[in-house]
């Protein structure tokens, strides 16, 4: 797993995965987070991986160990937000996340 820097000061994690497609489109799933810990697993384990080939979390400053929690589940894709940016500024980081390969059309939540 390899953590990254951005230019707004975002950490990111990023592991290796192989993508399954779905009518030739990649799909990725975006998960904002805050203080998530409790239920993340849960959520996580709910996704439709014959569907979605990548997760993205967004760590919005949580208190609790939710970015841990989500590497360690095998989360592909973590950002953590040193300073909380309410849920517009979470779903920002995800989106401009997604569509950073150049091949995101449409994200919704």
């Given amino acids: 797993m390899e953590r990254r820097r951005d230019w707004a000061g975002m950490i990111t994690f990023v ?11 990649k799909v990725i799933a975006v998960l904002p987070a805050y203080n998530a ?5 849960k959520t996580y384990q709910e996704i439709p991986f ?6 993205i979390l967004c760590d919005d400053a949580s208190k609790d160990n939710t970015s841990e ?23 920002k980081s995800l989106y401009n996340k997604a569509q950073a390969g150049g091949h995101c059309h449409h994200v919704a939540p």
Wanted: hydrophobic residues 35%; glycine residues 12%; proline residues 0%.
């Fill in 37 to 41: 810990a409790k239920t993340l697993e």
């Fill in 69 to 91: 929690l989500a590497r360690s589940i095998g989360i592909q894709h973590v950002i953590v937000h040193e300073q909380n940016k309410g849920y517009g500024g979470n779903q």
């Fill in 15 to 25: 592991a290796s995965t192989e993508y399954v497609m779905y009518k030739g489109k």
């Fill in 50 to 55: 014959d569907l979605v080939d990548e997760v």
